[in-house]
């Protein structure tokens, strides 16, 4: 049905930058909300920013003014514009878009998630 591919994971010492990107490819008629989910192993899975279709925002006390969301719906796509990482922002980053999908109507998909480390 609906695929949702993540890019972007990798490495940073601690003040870097990094851009994640997800790209939905399907049977998708429209696009609705987005947002970039993380978890580290033993806590819960938290919201970091979300997107509407609109383009109103929402990000986390813990990413304001320092992570930013994008969306492109010509390219089915979110992004997370990650600056200032701290070594707290090591997780697993997870995005979701909520789609109309043909015949099954609308429904919310997840990546795969990718791997953000933030080293020295």
């Known amino acids: 049905q609906v695929e949702l591919v993540e890019f972007g994971e990798g490495s940073v010492q601690p003040g870097g930058s990094l851009r994640l990107s997800c790209q939905a490819s399907?049977?998708?008629?429209?696009?609705?909300?987005m947002a970039w989910y993380r978890q580290v192993p033993g806590n819960e899975r938290e919201l970091v920013a979300s997107?509407?279709?609109?383009?109103?925002?929402n990000y986390a006390d813990f990413v304001k003014g320092r992570f930013t969301i994008s969306r492109d719906d010509s390219k089915r796509s979110v992004s997370l514009q990650m600056s200032s990482l701290k070594t707290e922002d090591t997780a697993v980053y997870y995005c979701?878009?909520?789609?109309?999908?043909?015949?099954?109507?609308?429904?919310?998909?997840w990546g795969q998630g990718t791997q953000v480390t933030v080293s020295s």
């Open positions: 979701t878009q909520e789609v109309q999908v043909l015949i099954v109507g609308r429904r919310t998909f």
């Open positions: 399907g049977n998708l008629l429209r696009t609705y909300d």
């Open positions: 997107i509407s279709r609109d383009g109103i925002v």
